[in-house]
């Protein structure tokens, strides 16, 4: 099992759609991250949560909604999604955000229709 | 402008032999760290090996090694011994200072494909 787990792995939504993904892992982290993987792009940062609390929106637009519960636990509500969001979404946690040493999950692969 | 750079979008190298993967990076903060992931198919970015601005040697972990050359303001990195479960994407990634904690920039990857 791996420390970042993430859920679903695929996901296929159409544009009038409202979807979450999850994200959960067990290594005590305090510091969880959503990143964004598109073909032919590097990964980048979307979303910075530390000690539960929203520390970077690196200019998401707001069809993405965050949620972070607890420590443990990271969500990605999705809405109204436009095709170009069809992604690898990443998810990854790290002891805080000084020690940037992060775990990936698996990633969810997003298909927007 | 962009501040990871990796050049080579796809490699080709031999079962058993050495690899380098070139990383070049842009940064002026004094302090910074550099990784190296693994990201196969399946999709997981795996951690490979971190190197210090101020760390004096380079950084090794197991068949993996960071060759740091600071005044060059590159970070390549060696595996030896390739095998064929190497096969995979690598990315470069340098820590950034944001306004109240740090974030991972990365580069757009290496393809690595081993053959036998």
């Known amino acids: 099992e791996t420390g970042v787990t993430q859920t679903p792995r695929h996901l296929v939504m159409g544009m009038t759609n409202k979807k979450s993904l999850k994200c959960e892992q067990h290594?005590?982290?305090?510091?969880m991250y959503w990143y964004k993987q598109s073909a032919k792009k590097p990964l980048e940062l979307m979303f910075v949560y530390n000690f539960k609390e929203q520390t970077e929106n690196n200019s998401v637009p707001s069809r993405f909604s965050p949620e972070c519960p607890n420590s443990s636990h990271l969500f990605l509500h999705l809405h109204t999604l436009q095709p170009e969001d069809s992604a690898l979404y990443l998810c990854?946690?790290?002891?805080?955000?000084?020690?940037?040493?992060?775990?990936f999950g698996q990633g969810t692969r997003l298909t927007v229709v | 402008a962009q501040k990871i750079t990796q050049t080579q979008p796809g490699m080709f190298v031999q079962e058993k032999e050495a690899v380098t993967l070139d990383c070049t990076y842009d940064?002026?903060?004094?302090?910074?760290?550099l990784f190296w992931y693994k990201q196969p198919s399946s999709g997981e970015m795996i951690f490979l090996i971190y190197q210090g601005s101020y760390d004096q040697q380079n950084a090794t972990e197991g068949r993996y090694s960071l060759n740091f050359q600071k005044a060059r303001k590159s970070a390549n990195l060696v595996i030896s011994a390739s095998q064929l479960g190497d096969s995979a994407m690598y990315f470069c990634?340098?820590?950034?200072?944001?306004?109240?904690?740090?974030?991972?920039?990365f580069g757009s990857g290496t393809r690595l494909l081993v053959r036998p």
């Open positions: 290594l005590g982290h305090n510091a």
């Open positions: 990634a340098m820590r950034e200072a944001l306004l109240t904690s740090y974030k991972l920039i």
């Open positions: 990854a946690s790290s002891q805080d955000t000084f020690n940037t040493e992060a775990f």
């Open positions: 940064t002026s903060d004094p302090s910074y760290g």
